[in-house]
């Protein structure tokens, strides 16, 4: 499996395991995010910070994300984004609809204070 699923209390962390998010893995992805979606998971952080490549198929199954989360009233969080993949988040503009942190400890603190609203 490409990917480590952790539910943990109020969001479900998904880290792609490998370098690359592209054709060979994406449908995968968008599939584990169904899933997790429909058993009621409404926050995801989705860690790719091993992930050294992403072409379009892996920005569809990251908008997928953002918008089961979105449906749902909770929270996509896009964090360890490594040079090659933040160009590609940039140069698509997904940087301005996307919340990206640095580090998932971070993704986990704004997930904390974003629920204290």
Known sequence: MDFEIVKIADYTR????NDRLDTSNAPDLKSELVAVNA????N??????????????????ILVANRLCEDAIGTFILTGLQPDVEQII???MLHTVLIITKTFDEAVNLLIEKEKL
């Open 44 to 61: 995801i952080i989705l860690d790719v910070s091993n992930c050294e490549y992403c072409d379009s198929s892996g920005l569809s199954a």
């Open 90 to 92: 940039r140069i698509s």
């Open 14 to 17: 998904i880290k792609v395991l």
């Open 39 to 42: 058993n009621g998971e409404k």
